[in-house]
T-cell receptor, first 117, second 111 residues
Framework: DARVTQTPRHKVTEMGQEVTMRCQPI?????VFWYRQTMMQGLELLAY????????DSGMPKDRFSAEMPDATLATLKIQPSEPRDSAVYFC???????????????FGPGTRLTVL | TQLLEQSPQFLSIQEGENLTVYCNSS?????LQWYRQEPGEGPVLLVT?????EVKKLKRLTFQFGDARKDSSLHITAAQPGDTGLYLC???????????FGKGTLLTVNP
């Protein structure tokens, strides 16, 4: 049963600390997305990659957030320094041309719940 | 920015009741998808609608795409506690694979 995995599931940290979230996309998927979900804003796209290349990170605060795909099996989202307003659930999703077709189905991981004190 | 408005924002009902939730936009969709997100999990795709006026059924769930392809509804018959979750609609961005989500309807079905 192929699934997107994310680690850690929960993270509590103090303001100013670096946070790294990891995602393993479904094997064979070539697009990876990072989303942030809050009650106020809902689900917001932060960045996405195709074939490991960043295509759009316009939704991501550039001064403190960075997203990378060091290889096809790992995507990372880093926040440095973290702030209380970064508290949210961060989701990774993956897809491929075969699964998405023209309608872009995405497969979501279980999320990382981040709390910045 | 093409916004998706979902209503109601919250809905709490008793098991066995019927309900309808809505997704509206001022823009025409090329296609629209409904996802369900259960507590502590990521969203999971329920259905994709493409043609104006299209109706799709998934067991007790009925999805309708408006004739003008600007709105959609999800009707659940005889709701069960397992239907509890956040129902999200999203429009496809076409070839760039981007999805734009509404804020969702949080449904609670009480036993």
């Amino acid at each position: 049963d192929a699934r997107v995995t994310q680690t850690p599931r929960h993270k509590v940290t103090e303001m100013g600390q670096e946070v790294t979230m990891r995602c393993q996309p479904i094997l064979g998927h070539n697009t990876v997305f990072w989303y942030r979900q809050t009650m106020m804003q809902g689900l917001e796209l932060l960045a996405y990659f195709r074939n490991r290349a960043p295509l759009d990170d316009s939704g991501m605060p550039k001064d403190r957030f960075s997203a990378e795909m060091p290889d096809a099996t790992l995507a990372t989202l880093k926040i440095q320094p973290s702030e209380p307003r970064d508290s949210a659930v961060y989701f990774c999703a993956s897809g491929s041309r075969l699964t998405q077709g023209p309608h872009n189905e995405q497969f979501f991981g279980p999320g990382t719940r981040l709390t910045v004190l | 920015t093409q916004l998706l408005e979902q209503s109601p924002q919250f809905l709490s009902i008793q098991e066995g009741e019927n309900l309808t939730v809505y997704c509206n936009s001022s823009s025409v969709f090329s296609s629209l998808q409904w996802y369900r997100q259960e507590p502590g999990e990521g969203p999971v795709l329920l259905v994709t609608v493409v043609t104006g006026g299209e109706v799709k059924k998934l067991k007790r769930l009925t999805f309708q795409f408006g004739d003008a392809r600007k709105d959609s509804s999800l009707h659940i018959t005889a709701a069960q506690p397992g239907d509890t979750g956040l129902y999200l609609c999203t429009r496809s961005g076409g070839s760039n694979y981007k999805l734009t989500f509404g804020k969702g309807t949080l449904l609670t079905v009480n036993p």
